[in-house]
């Protein structure tokens, strides 16, 4: 199985602040990779798939970027409204999909 | 706009089967493109695929839980299903339906909001 592990596991920030988290694939995934966002009691909301590519109605503030086993998830200016858990989803392997272990963007 | 509804008991007893009812709204199950697909999320944790079926009837489960797994699909009724057999404690999650879009790479792009599943007798 691909192993995803995300870094760290936790942040805090203000508003305003540009936040990066990593992901890593425990081995090459091609841009195979999709970023999702949960709030809360929420299901999870996908933001960017195929490594950078922005789900449609998701703020230009988020991007993503890396191939291979190295990616990240950018956010340029965090607003009140992102602090939340976010996943990073490997889909080269199939059918197995898996996850990172989240990262949790917490109000500092 | 795509919808996805689970729906099943919130309690099952150890040993029984967990089943539960996926229902899809503004888009069909039996198009091709998309795969329909189970994850779960243990109490505080992060995701875990279960597996998923596409419209031809092909099922793929996570090795992980192959044994005990399911997943069917009803599409008169537009509907998609788990049973997961001899359930323990470490089966309690909160179990999401969700729409995964195919090829070239595949991503899930519409949830479910998830229904809590509490494994107790």
């Known amino acids: 199985d691909i192993q995803m592990t995300q870094s760290p596991s936790s942040l805090s920030a203000s508003v305003g602040d540009s936040v990066t988290i990593t992901c890593r694939a425990s081995?090459?995934?091609?841009?195979?990779l999709n970023w999702y966002q949960q709030k809360p009691g929420k299901a999870p909301r996908l933001l960017i798939y195929?490594?950078?590519i922005l789900q449609s109605g998701v703020p230009s503030r988020f991007s993503g970027s890396g191939s291979g086993t190295d990616f990240t998830l950018t956010i340029s200016s965090l607003q009140p409204e992102d602090y939340a858990t976010y996943y990073c989803?490997?889909?080269?392997?199939?059918?197995?999909?898996?996850f990172g272990q989240g990262t949790k963007v917490e109000i500092k | 706009q795509v919808q996805l509804q689970e729906s099943g008991p919130g309690l099952v007893k150890p040993s029984q089967t967990l089943s539960l009812t996926c229902t899809v709204s503004?888009?069909?199950?039996?198009?091709?493109?998309?795969?329909w697909t189970w994850i779960r999320q243990h109490p505080g944790k992060g995701l875990e695929w279960i597996g998923h079926?596409?419209?031809?009837?092909?099922?793929y489960y996570n090795p992980s839980l192959e044994s005990r797994l399911t997943i069917s699909a009803d599409t008169s009724k537009n509907q998609f299903s788990l049973k997961l057999s001899s359930v323990t404690a470490a089966d309690t999650a909160v179990y999401y339906c969700?729409?995964?879009?195919?090829?070239?790479?595949?991503?899930?792009?519409?949830w479910g909001q998830g229904t809590m599943v509490t494994v107790s007798s």
């Open positions: 969700a729409r995964v879009r195919v090829a070239p790479s595949d991503y899930f792009d519409y």
């Open positions: 503004g888009g069909s199950i039996g198009s091709g493109g998309y795969y």
């Open positions: 079926i596409y419209y031809s009837g092909s099922t």
């Open positions: 081995q090459s995934i091609a841009n195979y």
């Open positions: 195929t490594a950078s």
């Open positions: 989803q490997q889909s080269y392997s199939t059918p197995a999909r898996t």
